[in-house]
């Protein structure tokens, strides 16, 4: 069983304030916390004055995962990632997919978490044969301190770096973290104050708007957009249209952007999951606007999970599960009309 002090570390990027207040930098909910409180993602405490992570290598899953599952589609295909999440977030999504991670505590009489050291971490990934490392599962920032240093260490052993993430990270934070991550798989939830109220209980989502830019231009991360489609919270057209048109205008029309079906969960079990008609009308949308990548998620064996040349059209990768079973492109090109296909890293197919 972990004691309080086998596992705190003292936390970065905050600030003291008057009465034993501390203020935590770390995501952009700048909690400020009272002596003997935990912020608003129970990873951070504060003790006499002084904040602390609980987080810090305590890791709750792990596994050797396929990038496509992240999902990412255009940073190093068919490749593994050594993939890891912690306890804790900073949202607490009524639909949320890990909730039994996400909205749980790191608690000193329950062991749900493992010791797991940076080294450890990399050298596991190493010898399995990933490529790379990804902090997923439940939002990377709570646990920040611990995915800084092994961001480094990983950049050190040649493996890439990925964030699978909510985008609420501070301006402060992302400068920090951003010279040693490679990519960045950003949720954004919907495009309207109310869906964001409702799902993530925020008043304002475009600082996730603007680190997703900065990842992207600031730190040059490739970066890939998820929108998980809500039955009656983020599937109206308008708003799907003017998210896809911030990517265009933002982000570029090589952006993948993944539109993913909701499976109920937790207590937005009530809601039936998402028609596959809105989600094909919603990517629709998508291309009509402008984006080359768009691409339908959760719906095992749709078409449109595979990615086509947006010049001639002929297929160019193809996707079974989580892997690529075929794959036509050489050096990146279209091996059909020869067009420049924006990915990161070689394609590995079964
Ligand atoms: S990381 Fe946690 S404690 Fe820090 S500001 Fe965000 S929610 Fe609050």
Same mark, same amino acid.
């Given at each position: 069983?972990?004691?309080?002090? /086998?596992?705190?570390?003292?936390?970065?990027?905050?600030?003291?304030?008057?009465?034993?207040?501390?203020?935590?930098?770390?995501?952009?909910?700048?909690?400020?916390?009272?002596? =003997?409180?935990?912020?608003?993602?129970?990873?951070?405490?504060?003790?006499?004055?002084?904040?602390?992570?609980?987080?810090?290598?305590?890791?709750?899953?792990?596994?050797?995962?396929?990038?496509?599952?992240?999902?990412?589609? #255009?940073?190093?295909?068919?490749?593994?990632?050594?993939?890891?999440?912690?306890?804790?977030?900073?949202?607490?999504?009524?639909?949320?997919? !890990?909730?039994?991670?996400? #909205?749980?505590?790191?608690?000193?009489?329950?062991?749900?978490?493992?010791?797991?050291?940076?080294?450890?971490?990399?050298?596991?990934?190493?010898? /399995?044969?990933?490529?790379?490392?990804?902090?997923?599962?439940?939002?990377?920032?709570?646990?920040?301190?611990?995915?800084?240093?092994?961001?480094?260490?990983?950049?050190? !052993?040649?493996?890439?770096?990925?964030?699978?993430?909510?985008?609420?990270?501070?301006?402060?934070?992302?400068?920090?973290?951003?010279?040693?991550?490679?990519?960045?798989?950003?949720?954004?939830?919907?495009?309207?104050?109310?869906?964001?109220?409702?799902?993530? #209980?925020?008043?304002?989502?475009?600082?996730?708007?603007? !680190?997703?830019?900065?990842?992207?231009?600031?730190?040059?991360? #490739?970066?890939?957009?998820?929108?998980?489609?809500?039955? =009656?919270? /983020?599937?109206?057209?308008?708003?799907?249209?003017?998210?896809?048109?911030?990517?265009?205008?933002?982000?570029?029309?090589?952006?993948?952007?993944?539109?993913?079906?909701?499976?109920?969960?937790?207590?937005?079990?009530?809601?039936?999951?998402?028609?596959?008609?809105? @989600?094909?009308?919603?990517?629709?949308?998508?291309?009509?606007?402008?984006?080359?990548?768009?691409?339908? =998620?959760?719906?095992?064996?749709?078409?449109?999970?595979?990615?086509?040349?947006?010049?001639?059209?002929? @297929?160019?990768?193809?996707?079974?599960?989580?892997?690529?079973?075929?794959? !036509?492109?050489?050096?990146?090109?279209?091996?059909?009309?020869?067009?420049?296909?924006?990915?990161?890293?070689?394609?590995?197919?079964?």
């Amino acid at each position: 069983m972990m004691t309080t002090e /086998s596992y705190i570390k003292e936390a970065i990027l905050c600030q003291s304030l008057t009465e034993g207040k501390v203020q935590c930098n770390i995501c952009q909910r700048r909690c400020k916390i009272p002596p =003997g409180k935990r912020g608003y993602c129970w990873d951070r405490l504060n003790l006499d004055g002084k904040l602390y992570t609980l987080a810090y290598g305590q890791v709750a899953t792990s596994w050797i995962a396929p990038i496509e599952i992240k999902p990412m589609f #255009h940073f190093f295909p068919g490749s593994r990632a050594f993939s890891l999440g912690t306890l804790g977030c900073n949202f607490r999504c009524p639909g949320c997919q !890990n909730w039994d991670i996400a #909205h749980r505590q790191i608690q000193e009489d329950t062991p749900l978490t493992e010791y797991v050291a940076p080294e450890v971490a990399v050298e596991a990934a190493k010898s /399995s044969g990933c490529q790379g490392i990804s902090w997923t599962y439940n939002e990377p920032t709570v646990w920040f301190e611990y995915t800084l240093d092994s961001a480094k260490l990983a950049k050190k !052993n040649h493996l890439y770096t990925n964030y699978v993430t909510n985008g609420f990270i501070s301006q402060e934070a992302m400068d920090l973290i951003g010279p040693y991550l490679d990519s960045y798989r950003v949720d954004i939830k919907g495009f309207s104050r109310r869906s964001y109220g409702k799902i993530a #209980h925020i008043s304002d989502f475009t600082p996730i708007l603007e !680190n997703t830019v900065r990842a992207k231009e600031k730190w040059h991360m #490739h970066v890939e957009v998820v929108t998980n489609v809500i039955p =009656g919270y /983020s599937d109206d057209e308008s708003q799907m249209n003017n998210l896809a048109t911030w990517i265009v205008d933002h982000l570029g029309v090589e952006t993948p952007w993944h539109v993913t079906r909701f499976i109920p969960h937790l207590r937005l079990s009530h809601l039936p999951a998402t028609p596959v008609a809105t @989600l094909e009308r919603i990517i629709e949308i998508g291309k009509s606007c402008g984006l080359q990548y768009v691409y339908i =998620g959760n719906v095992p064996g749709h078409p449109l999970e595979n990615t086509y040349c947006p010049s001639c059209g002929k @297929l160019l990768i193809h996707r079974m599960g989580y892997s690529v079973s075929e794959c !036509n492109l050489e050096e990146n090109r279209c091996i059909f009309c020869g067009k420049p296909i924006p990915i990161v890293g070689e394609v590995v197919s079964i």
